[in-house]
């Protein structure tokens, strides 16, 4: 059976939510912005229109007020080519379709097309509800299709008065097709529809030509009746366009012919009309594929940081664990190692007491006989009352026992165990001490030795018996190495240069085998076949190498061994 971990169904099912959440929020931010533009628009269009509207319904008021033609319309003075020529002037000038005057049976009498075929002429508009209106006293807005051009037009009219009674009407015709064509001034975006709604809900103008003078609402019965009394739409039946409508996250929406619209809407403050604009929003769940590629990309690559550094982060939490694991191992490691080079050295000592101990006893016995020969003479002296010679054989006994007790004190302090303590010490005292050590070890094997000669203040920073079991070690293994040589002398040498000491110590054995120079400091490896366990150059090199010092063993030109210790003289000087 396939199993599928549950960390990629957890991201996968995370993947789908953002794809969910971020569709949804990207379609109402999408929606918003629709609704956005088409209140701009329709707020444009408004500003337009209102503009235009304003402009035009300005001018009958403005001819009702001129003397000619008022005196025209009241047949006191007969300018008919002059009036129709002004009537003509005031067309071309505004951008009007058509401005005429109607005497008080609604004929005209006056047009500003009447050198055209179509002249208004003699025609006869009293049913039109503008010019019964208008000679009731009103300011009249009002659209109908041309009874002879059959365009939809948007007529002003206002009565004209002479003495405080109507005389006519001047009416103004605009063409909406102007309207329509100028997109430009209309500023509509492509993908976006406008159209303007009658009172009657009739559409008197749209960029779309199936819209106009037709309506999105159902008419009644009393509706078309009204609609038929007027005969603003002459003969023609307003028809339905087929609409759905709908709210969605509080914006209205229309569905026109399988297109979706976000619908604005805004009166006219010069007619009795209502501007809508509608902004194609069809193809608003498409618009969300940029989004959701996007965010599946940004989700991928942060999912792929994410791994990593949790990846990284487990990695490093392990490393931490082995880090510490080590360190442990270490600590212990270290730990047992220090406890066995302990024994270790603790071993050689042992050892080198050991090999010493021969001498020791005959060093001991030598002035413990001369002792009992002396104490024997001095009871003689005594009987016979010779009591200066008794007092010298007193002072001869004391000096023997001091002697002693020097011998047993350096062994006693020679193999105890101890800490590391570094600190400045006399050399000559220290090495000294371990010519007294070692004084047996050198009569035995018949060793001559020169006293090192050097200035008594020199220091060394050593721990002092860790340092003397050194020179023991290296002293003792001189005297072996001269002990079938002609010429048996051991000598010492001291160098002081940069805050250093370089004490060296010659023999004149044999010398050491140029095969084992690089060998004689590995532990457990002696150049002796049956007394050494080769651990005494390795401990003593790890000791100097304790206290920051150099050990190291060259052949003497002449002849013979020359080991060489390097030592700080100072703590200070450690530190430079």
């Avoid at 789908?16 to 209140?39: C, E, M, P, S, Y």
């Avoid at 809407?265 to 902004?279: D, G, I, T, Y």
């Avoid at 009352?385 to 001091?402: F, P």
């Amino acid at each position: 059976m396939f199993f599928i971990p549950k960390k990629i169904i957890f991201a996968f099912l995370l993947l789908l939510l953002l794809l969910t959440v971020t569709f949804w929020f990207g379609r109402i931010h999408d929606l918003a912005q629709a609704k956005k533009q088409a209140d701009q628009q329709v707020s444009q269009l408004n500003n337009y229109i209102d503009n235009e509207l304003a402009r035009f319904a300005a001018i009958p008021q403005l001819l009702t007020n001129n003397n000619l033609l008022i005196r025209f319309t009241n047949n006191e003075e007969e300018h008919y080519s002059a009036i129709n020529n002004y009537l003509a002037d005031i067309q071309k000038a505004s951008g009007a379709s058509d401005i005429y005057i109607l005497n008080t049976q609604g004929e005209v009498v006056a047009s500003s097309n009447w050198q055209a075929d179509y002249t208004f002429l003699g025609s006869n508009f009293s049913f039109r509800p503008y010019f019964k209106q208008a000679f009731a006293g009103e300011k009249v807005a009002y659209f109908a299709l041309g009874q002879r051009s059959k365009e939809r037009g948007l007529y002003f009219s206002q009565a004209i008065y002479h003495e405080g009674k109507a005389i006519g009407v001047v009416a103004l015709k605009v063409n909406v097709a102007k309207f329509e064509d100028d997109r430009s001034l209309l500023n509509t975006a492509a993908g976006s529809h406008f159209y303007l709604q009658l009172a009657d809900n009739v559409i008197a103008m749209s960029d779309e030509p199936n819209w106009r003078l037709n309506s999105f609402q159902e008419l009644d019965i009393a509706a078309r009746r009204e609609i038929n009394q007027r005969r603003a739409y002459l003969d023609y039946q307003p028809g339905l366009i087929p609409l759905q409508q709908f709210n969605s996250q509080n914006i209205a929406q229309f569905k026109i012919a399988k297109r979706l619209y976000v619908v604005a809407s805004k009166p006219l403050k010069h007619f009795n009309a209502q501007m809508n604009v509608l902004v194609d929003v069809s193809n608003i769940a498409a618009m969300q594929l940029p989004r959701l590629l996007w965010l599946m990309i940004f989700y991928c690559v942060f999912i792929f940081i994410v791994y990593s550094l949790l990846a990284r982060f487990a990695g490093y939490k392990k490393l931490l664990y082995s880090r510490h694991s080590l360190e442990q191992k270490v600590i212990e490691r270290t730990q047992a190692l220090e406890k066995a080079q302990t024994a270790l050295v603790q071993s050689a000592k042992l050892a080198t007491i050991g090999q010493l101990s021969a001498g020791i006893n005959h060093e001991i016995n030598q002035p413990l006989c001369a002792m009992n020969a002396y104490l024997a003479s001095a009871k003689i002296l005594l009987n016979k009352g010779k009591l200066t010679a008794l007092n010298e054989n007193l002072v001869i006994i004391e000096g023997l026992v001091e002697r002693v007790h020097k011998i047993v004190a350096q062994l006693k302090h020679f193999s105890k165990p101890s800490k590391m303590q570094l600190r400045p010490h006399p050399l000559s005292a220290l090495l000294n001490n371990a010519l007294m050590i070692t004084h047996s070890q050198l009569k035995q094997d018949d060793i001559s030795v020169i006293p090192p000669q050097f200035e008594q203040n020199i220091t060394v920073l050593v721990d002092s018996l860790k340092f003397e079991q050194v020179l023991v070690n290296v002293i003792t293994n001189a005297s072996q190495a001269m002990s079938n040589c002609a010429t048996r002398q051991l000598s010492f040498e001291v160098e002081c240069f940069d805050g250093r000491v370089k004490l060296s110590i010659l023999d004149t054995g044999s010398g050491i085998e140029h095969h084992t120079l690089g060998s004689i400091f590995e532990p457990f490896y002696s150049t002796k076949s049956s007394t050494g366990l080769g651990l005494g150059l390795s401990i003593s090199k790890q000791i100097i190498d304790s206290f920051d010092g150099r050990l190291s063993a060259h052949n003497r030109p002449e002849g013979g061994a020359q080991f060489i210790i390097c030592l700080w003289s100072t703590a200070e000087s450690q530190h430079d």
